[in-house]
Each structure stands twice: as structure tokens, then as C-alpha cells.
């Protein structure tokens, strides 16, 4: 029996997130084991009247190509994905994985090569997104594995996953469009805005420009989940150290204890206690990747704890996540990458940030009550 849960996650995807209109063509993309969702989702757009395509791999197949692909092959990109990118009119990615350490013992330089060359394609997707000629959503099936790395049982995962999306509730896009209220009255508050500076007792003690950036309001249309506000720094201008609270975790690697420290935009030092190598091989992928291509604070206080997925616990209220790598278009960040690596710092405990010198946020709550998390 479908978990009623499920079928309202889909509709809130179909009709809420990406808007589906009749005769778009829709791409959903995911594991085998997210099937239930896929077919939820497909009984969903053929309602609303368009055409959805689906895109269902087993997970071994990223594992297949790492150890045993050329780097010819590790850097083809297929007519066909590129065919996609260009005439969907939107994409439903979900997230599930039967193992999600699979990737552990890949060869760290073959992912960055892997990962380098979907630049053009990622590009492309994100130009078009900018634009308004494409919708796209990303969302978490919830899965043993996952459910193994938040240390819950799969129940309980369930339960976190969908309270996370508001799925408890009787209608959850009315409770989303309220949420969007509250963060655009912090958005156009930070829109104008020339500096953000963030400190926290653990060391983190870093600088950004926004200064001519936009900031966008996250309330259930790209992430799904959802829960921020972020933008673009600018490039050349973030400075100091940024000491990450959370395990960042990229294309099956976990990496601890992450410190950064940038001087004229760009990473000159970059240490942790686990998988160093990685973190390294990753930021020297290409000249972007050093560079950070996303500033946001997390906004959604129905998530509290960690769980090792960075949907979730970048969206933690009272954290803030920067991302090294590529920028999203519509913030006015110019930075490209063929990485885009979000990294949480947890603000709950002694945080502070400052907006051109004033206090906005301490201890991971914003000051002014009519923002979120009041």
C-alpha cells in the first residue's frame, strides 16, 4: 500500500515546485529504489496533462564508471543528456541510494575529472533555469541507507523526511507560501546589502561582498524540502576562515572537520581530519573551484539535527551554508565550476552575523521577528 505521505510529496512536486502545465515535457531522474515516488510522480504529470519521461538507473552504475571508464569516457557527455537539458521544460531529480558510501574507494582524481567536465551541460541547465525556460526540483526519497546515516530506522526517517516538507499537514503549499512570506521580508531586507560577516567561537571569522548581488527567496521550488535564502558573493572579495560544523559529504565521500581560509576570494588553504585528499583533488579541479559560488543561511526550523544529507542539514534554521564552485546566474554570481560542494557552519551556539556592521542573527536566530523562525 503507497504511503499517502508519498502521493501528497508528489502532487506538492508536480503542482507546487515546478508548476507542470499541460503538454511540458517533465524529466524525472532517479534510483531504482526510488521507484515508488517515480511512479506516484508519473501519475501525477499525467494528470496535469504533460509528458513526463523517466531517467531510473541502478546505483552501481556511478561506481561502474569510476574504476573502470577511460578518461575519454570519464569526460563524454552524451547527445542525448544534452537533448534533454535543452527542451525539458522542467526536471524532478530525486535523491536515493542503496549505499551511500558505494563511492568510498574511487579514485578521487577520476571523480574530478568526471566532475570538471559536466561543467558545460551544468552550465546550460542552470542558463536556462535563470531564464525561466526550464523549472527544476530536487527532493529525498527516504531510504535504508539514508536513514543508516541519520541513525534512525527507516520509520523514523520517514516521519523526519516528510515533517521536514510539512507533508504532516492538511495542505502543505499554503503552509510553503507562508514560509515564502516570512523569508522574502528577510530578503529584501539583505537585497542592497554590501557586506556579511560571520563569527562563531569554534574560529570561523570570515568576511563576503554581496555588494550589487541578489538574494533569493528558497521556499519549496528548487529543493524540495526547502528552508533558505542565499546568493552569489562576489568573487574576488571573501576573506578569513570559515570553520564548517558538519561532516561535508560529495559524490560519496565524507570529509571532516573542513577548514577553509580565503584571501581575495580564493580558498589558499583548505585542511581536514578525514579524507583531506579529496577535499584537496576537488578544490583543484578548475580555477573555480576555489572560489565560492553560494552564501545562504538555513531557514527551515522543523529541521534540527544532522543527517549526513546536505538537502536537509544545509536548510537547518540557524546554520549557514557556503558553497565552493559554481554560482547560480540569478544571484549575479559570475563563478564557474564544474563543483558546486555545500558546506554547513552551525551558527546555534555563540554564532553571530553582522549586514554592513549590524546584527542580524545570534545564536542561529534572526533578530527581527517578522523574519523566519519566530
Known amino acids: 500500500m503507497t504511503d499517502p505521505r508519498l502521493t501528497k510529496l508528489a502532487d506538492v512536486l508536480v503542482n ?25 510522480l508519473y501519475k501525477a504529470i499525467i494528470k496535469a496533462g504533460a509528458h513526463p519521461v523517466v531517467y531510473m538507473s541502478p546505483d552501481e552504475i556511478s561506481e561502474i564508471k ?22 525539458i521544460d522542467a526536471s524532478i531529480g530525486i535523491w536515493a541510494e542503496s549505499n551511500t558510501k558505494a563511492l568510498s574507494n574511487c579514485d578521487p582524481s577520476r571523480q574530478a575529472l568526471a566532475s570538471a567536465a559536466q561543467k558545460p551541460i551544468k552550465d546550460k541547465f542552470f542558463e536556462r533555469a535563470a531564464k525561466g525556460e526550464l523549472k527544476w526540483v530536487g527532493t529525498q526519497f527516504p531510504c535504508q541507507a539514508s536513514a543508516q546515516d541519520a541513525e534512525m530506522s527507516l520509520a523514523e526517517y520517514e516521519d523526519f523526511v516528510y515533517t521536514a516538507g ?5 495542505n502543505p ?6 514560509i515564502a512570506d516570512r523569508q522574502q521580508r528577510l530578503v529584501d531586507f539583505l537585497n542592497g546589502k554590501k557586506e556579511i560577516h560571520i563569527t562563531t567561537p569554534a574560529g570561523t571569522d570570515i ?7 541578489k538574494w533569493i527567496n528558497c521556499c519549496g ?10 546568493t552569489g558573493p562576489v568573487e574576488d572579495a571573501t576573506e578569513g576562515t570559515i570553520v564548517y560544523s558538519f561532516p561535508a559529504v560529495y559524490g560519496g565521500r565524507e570529509v571532516d572537520d573542513v577548514v577553509l581560509k580565503f584571501k581575495a576570494g580564493k580558498v589558499i588553504e583548505a585542511h581536514a581530519s578525514k579524507n583531506e585528499e579529496f577535499l584537496i583533488k576537488m578544490l583543484e579541479q578548475d580555477e573555480g573551484a576555489k572560489i565560492l559560488g553560494e552564501l545562504a543561511f538555513g531557514t527551515n526550523y522543523s ?8 538537502l536537509f542539514d544545509e536548510k537547518i534554521g540557524g546554520t549557514v551554508h557556503c558553497a565552493v564552485g559554481s554560482a547560480y546566474p540569478e544571484t549575479g554570481g559570475k563563478n564557474q565550476s ?5 558546506m554547513v557552519c552551525d551558527l546555534r551556539n555563540g554564532g553571530k552575523v553582522f549586514a554592513d556592521g549590524e546584527l542580524i542573527s545570534e545564536n542561529g536566530k534572526f533578530v527581527n521577528s517578522d523574519w523566519p523562525g519566530r
Open 16 to 40: 507546487y515546485s515546478v508548476n507542470v502545465k499541460p503538454n511540458q515535457l517533465v524529466r524525472i531522474s532517479g534510483s531504482t529504489i526510488a521507484e515508488p515516488l517515480i511512479i506516484e
Open 66 to 87: 569510476y574504476k573502470y571508464a577511460n578518461d575519454d569516457q570519464l569526460k563524454y557527455i552524451s547527445p542525448m543528456a544534452w537533448s534533454m537539458v535543452e527542451n
Open 166 to 170: 510539512l507533508l504532516h499537514l492538511e
Open 173 to 178: 503549499a499554503d503552509e510553503w507560501k507562508k
Open 207 to 213: 568576511k563576503f561582498s554581496v555588494d550589487g548581488r
Open 221 to 230: 521550488h528548487e529543493n524540495f524540502p526547502d528552508g533558505e535564502v542565499f
Open 303 to 310: 529541521i534540527q539535527r544532522y543527517t549526513k544529507n546536505t
Open 338 to 342: 564544474g563543483l558546486h560542494w555545500d
